[in-house]
C-alpha cells in the first residue's frame, strides 16, 4: 500500500472548501503521458493554480500504474524545481468498479470519482457508498456522479443525455457520504458534444450549441448549499484548433463544445471542478500534424512532441486564467 501523503500529493477536500468559496473552479486536466504531464505542471506552476491530475481507467492501462505512482510523486517534485509548491491530487476518472478505485487507492491516488451513473439508483448509491467506507479510511477523496451524459469514455457510454434530477442529491450525498458530486447539465464528452441538428448555424457556418441548464445546476446548489459540484464534459472545442487539425489532413466533422462563458459562469457557482481533456487533445494533435505537414522529413519525437507540449501548456494557463479563474490560488 503506498499512500498518496509519502507522494506529497493531496487530497481535494481543503481545494474544493476554497474553491466553493472563492468562485472558481479547479482545474481536472487528463493525462496519459510524460508531455502531457509536463505541460500540466509547467502551467499551474506558472499561474500558481492548484490542480487535479486525472487518469481514466484506460490512461491507467496505457501509462501503466507503477510508472503513473512515480510520475506523480514526480510531479510533485516537479513544481518545486520550477519554483512553486502547488497543491496536486492524482484522481482516478470515471472509476466503474469498487476493485479499480481500492487498487488506485492501493497505488497512491488521493481521490477517485466512482461513476456509478449508468446503474439504477439505488445501486449507484450501493457502490457509492461502498467506495466511500473503504477511501475514507485512508483519507481520499471521493466523487459520485448522478445523471449520465452523454458521449464515449472508455468504460462507458450514452447517446443521450440524462439531466440530473435534483430531486436526488441531497438524499445521494447523505447516504452516500461523498465528498463531490458530479452533475449532468448538458455538457458531454468528445469533441462532438452536439450534433448538428440540436445546434443553430451562424451564416458562416459557426454551430453554436444550445446552452447549459444553469436552472438545473441552481436546483441542486439550493438542495445542498455549499456542497462541491462537479463539471465533466466541459471542452469548449476550439474552432481554430480544429480548423489547423482540418487545413493539416485531419477530419473532424461539426466538432462543437462548451462555449468558455458558460463554464466561467459555473465556475463562478458551486462547481468546483472542471474535466477537461478534449480541448488537450486537440491542442496536441493541431501542433503535430502541423509540424508533419510542414516538415515532412522530421522524424525525432522531440520534434513534434515538444511543440505539442508547449501548445498544451498555452492551452491550460488561458482555461486556468480566462476560463476557471483559479490563478494565484495555490
Ligand atoms: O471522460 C473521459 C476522459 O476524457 C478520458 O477519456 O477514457 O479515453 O481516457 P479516455
Ligand atoms: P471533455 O471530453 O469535454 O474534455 O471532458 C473530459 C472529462 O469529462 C473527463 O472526465
Ligand atoms: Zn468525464
Avoid: W
Wanted: charged share 25%.
Amino acid at each position: 500500500m503506498i499512500s498518496y501523503k509519502e507522494l506529497g500529493l493531496v487530497n481535494s477536500k481543503e481545494l474544493f472548501q476554497k474553491a466553493v468559496k472563492g468562485g472558481y473552479a479547479i482545474p481536472a486536466f487528463n493525462f496519459n503521458n510524460l508531455e502531457q504531464l509536463q505541460a500540466i505542471i509547467g502551467a499551474c506552476v506558472e499561474t500558481k493554480s492548484p490542480v487535479i491530475l486525472q487518469v481514466s481507467s484506460g490512461a491507467r492501462k496505457y501509462a501503466n500504474q507503477t510508472l503513473l505512482t512515480h510520475l506523480a510523486k514526480g510531479a510533485v517534485e516537479y513544481a518545486k524545481e520550477l519554483g512553486y509548491a502547488i497543491p496536486i491530487v492524482l484522481h482516478l476518472d470515471h472509476g466503474d468498479t469498487f476493485e479499480l478505485c481500492k487498487s488506485c487507492i492501493e497505488s497512491g491516488f488521493s481521490s477517485v470519482m466512482i461513476d456509478g451513473s449508468h446503474h439504477p439508483y439505488e445501486k449507484n448509491v450501493e457502490l457509492t457508498a461502498q467506495v466511500v467506507k473503504y477511501a475514507h479510511k485512508y483519507d481520499v477523496s471521493v466523487e459520485g456522479e448522478l445523471g449520465v451524459l452523454a458521449g464515449i469514455e472508455d468504460e462507458v457510454s450514452s447517446e443521450v443525455t440524462h439531466y440530473t434530477k435534483p430531486e436526488e442529491v441531497e438524499d445521494f450525498v447523505k447516504k452516500t457520504g461523498v465528498d463531490s458530486l458530479a452533475i449532468s447539465i448538458g455538457t458531454s464528452h468528445g469533441a462532438n458534444k452536439f450534433t448538428p441538428a440540436q445546434c443553430k448555424r451562424t451564416d458562416d457556418g459557426i454551430l453554436i450549441p444550445p446552452p447549459l441548464r444553469f436552472d438545473i445546476l441552481e436546483e441542486c446548489e439550493k438542495r445542498i448549499p455549499g456542497f462541491p459540484i462537479v463539471l465533466h464534459g466541459a471542452s469548449s472545442v476550439p474552432a481554430e484548433l480544429v480548423k489547423i487539425i482540418n487545413s493539416n489532413g485531419g477530419k473532424l466533422k461539426d466538432a462543437v463544445g462548451i462555449p468558455e462563458d458558460q463554464l466561467r459562469r459555473a465556475a463562478a457557482s458551486a462547481v468546483c471542478k472542471i474535466n477537461i481533456d478534449s480541448d488537450g487533445r486537440l491542442a496536441m494533435t493541431a501542433a503535430v500534424r502541423k509540424v508533419f505537414v510542414e516538415n515532412p522529413a522530421e522524424f525525432d519525437p522531440r520534434k513534434y512532441l515538444g511543440p505539442a507540449r508547449e501548445a498544451l501548456k498555452e492551452l491550460y494557463k488561458h482555461k486556468i486564467i480566462n476560463v476557471l479563474g483559479s490563478a494565484n490560488k495555490a
